[in-house]
């Protein structure tokens, strides 16, 4: 369970609400190919940095996180939402990553 006591918490939050937005675009792609182009885009442009960005400023730029963003990365740059989803999931249960699956 997240301490919402500890200085970290109100980043790892953040990390969640980028997540999240990761994990509704993925759906999108795996619901629908059309979908695939501009989710793929708004993960790599926008959404990936972000968390790099907080990965950096705030967790130490944890190069155990760092690949994890890159394997994320590489899959969504592929063809089969399949194959991003299993990259996504690392982020979504204990391992290296942002602790958000203890919220």
Same mark, same amino acid.
């Given at each position: 369970m997240l301490d919402l006591d500890h200085p970290r918490s109100q980043h790892v939050l953040e990390a969640a609400r980028i997540e999240d937005l990761i994990r509704k675009r993925l759906l999108a792609w795996r619901e629908d190919e059309a979908a695939a182009a501009s989710a793929r885009m708004e993960i790599l442009r926008t959404l990936l940095p972000q968390l790099e960005a907080l990965n950096a *400023?705030?967790? #130490?730029?944890?190069?155990?996180?760092?690949?994890?963003?890159? /394997?994320? #990365?590489?899959? +969504? !740059?592929? $063809?089969? *939402?399949?194959? *991003?989803? !299993? $990259?996504?999931? +690392?982020?979504?249960?204990? #391992?290296?990553?942002? #602790?958000?699956? /203890?919220?």
């Amino acid at each position: 369970m997240l301490d919402l006591d500890h200085p970290r918490s109100q980043h790892v939050l953040e990390a969640a609400r980028i997540e999240d937005l990761i994990r509704k675009r993925l759906l999108a792609w795996r619901e629908d190919e059309a979908a695939a182009a501009s989710a793929r885009m708004e993960i790599l442009r926008t959404l990936l940095p972000q968390l790099e960005a907080l990965n950096a *400023a705030h967790f #130490g730029a944890s190069k155990k996180i760092y690949r994890t963003l890159d /394997a994320l #990365g590489k899959a +969504v !740059q592929g $063809a089969d *939402a399949a194959k *991003a989803w !299993q $990259a996504f999931e +690392v982020l979504d249960g204990p #391992g290296d990553n942002f #602790g958000t699956w /203890a919220i």
